[in-house]
C-alpha cells in the first residue's frame, strides 16, 4: 500500500505561482510512475504530468507544457508540481497518483493503483 498526500494548495491570482508537494509512505515511490491529475467542477479528471519511474523523465498535457514541471525526490518519497503563470482555467482539485503496472505511457488514469485525497487550487482573474 502507498499513501499519498498532497498539499501546498491554496488561492492565488492569475500569473501567480504556487508549488504542491506529494507526500508518499509505505514503499518507495522509486518503483512507480507518479503523476499530477486535475478535476475542475462538473468536469472530469484529467491529465496534468507524470514522471517516469527510474530516470524521471516527465510528461505533461498540452494545456500545462511550458507553464508546469514536475519532479521527483525518492529519496524524501516525494512528488513536487512548481505551476508558473497559473490561469483560472488552472483551477480544481488536483491529485496526486502512483502507478505501477502500466502497458501504455503516459499510463491511462485507470492504471494508477494509489490516489491522494486531494489539494484546492483556486485562480482568481
Known amino acids: 500500500q502507498v499513501q499519498l498526500v498532497e498539499s501546498g494548495g491554496g488561492l492565488v491570482q492569475a500569473g501567480d505561482s504556487l508549488s504542491l508537494s506529494c507526500a508518499a509512505s509505505?514503499?518507495?515511490?522509486?518503483?512507480?510512475?507518479m503523476a499530477w491529475f486535475r478535476q475542475a467542477p462538473g468536469k472530469e479528471r484529467e491529465f496534468v504530468a507524470v514522471?517516469?519511474?527510474?530516470?524521471?523523465?516527465?510528461y505533461y498535457a498540452d494545456s500545462v507544457k511550458g507553464r508546469f514541471t514536475i519532479s521527483r525526490d525518492n529519496a524524501k518519497n516525494t512528488v513536487y508540481l512548481q505551476m508558473n503563470n497559473l490561469k483560472p482555467e488552472d483551477t480544481a482539485v488536483y491529485y496526486c497518483?502512483?502507478?505501477?503496472?502500466?502497458?501504455?505511457?503516459?499510463?491511462?488514469?485507470?492504471?494508477?493503483?494509489?490516489w491522494g485525497q486531494g489539494t484546492q487550487v483556486t485562480v482568481s482573474s
Open positions: 497518483a502512483a502507478a505501477g503496472v502500466f502497458s501504455s505511457w503516459p499510463p491511462p488514469a485507470p492504471a494508477y493503483d494509489y
Open positions: 509505505g514503499r518507495t515511490i522509486s518503483t512507480y510512475a
Open positions: 514522471s517516469r519511474r527510474g530516470d524521471g523523465r516527465p
